[in-house]
């Protein structure tokens, strides 16, 4: 299984940001108000980074400790930090794009909205930062039968 790689996380990212100042461009010239996130979302990224962190913790200590572990674990903590990692580069995008778009107007933003999508943008930032630490935890060490399928046999 290959770790999530930090180009796809920007071009998601990049890609989200645009979506994000497209909606609120959109949003705004069919004469609605701009979007704007709720205060609990980026409190809700960082409760999945933290839940992300504490189920890779026992892997990460089975590791070092020596002790065996039931991949399946190992993978189901990694396939979480890794789908936890690429919805924090999707919401940083967006809310890049939204803060992007908000900041563009003649009309000085609300300090509500300015400060919701800043947090959106922090708080998918430390989602992406846990996911990225739960993954490296959940790496576990080669077996010494293991071969690549490329590999001759000995």
Not at 39 to 48: A, H, S
Not at 127 to 154: H, N, V
């Amino acid at each position: 299984m290959r770790r999530t790689s930090p180009g796809v996380l920007i071009v998601i990212g990049l890609l989200s940001a645009a979506a994000g100042y497209g909606f609120d461009h959109l949003l705004t010239i069919t004469g609605n108000a701009t979007f704007t996130p709720t205060i609990f979302l980026p409190v809700l990224l960082v409760l999945l980074g933290a839940t992300c962190l504490l189920l890779a913790w026992p892997v990460r200590r089975s590791v070092r400790s020596g002790i065996r572990i039931d991949p399946f674990r190992a993978v189901r903590a990694s396939m979480l930090a890794q789908a936890s990692s690429l919805l924090g580069a999707i919401l940083a995008g967006f809310g890049a794009g939204l803060l992007a778009f908000l900041s563009t107007r003649p009309v000085p933003a609300p300090v509500g909205s300015t400060v919701a999508m800043v947090a959106l943008v922090v708080g998918a930032l430390l989602l992406i930062g846990a996911a990225l630490l739960a993954e490296q935890f959940c790496t576990l060490p080669k077996d010494s039968d293991d071969r690549e399928p490329d590999d001759p046999a000995p």
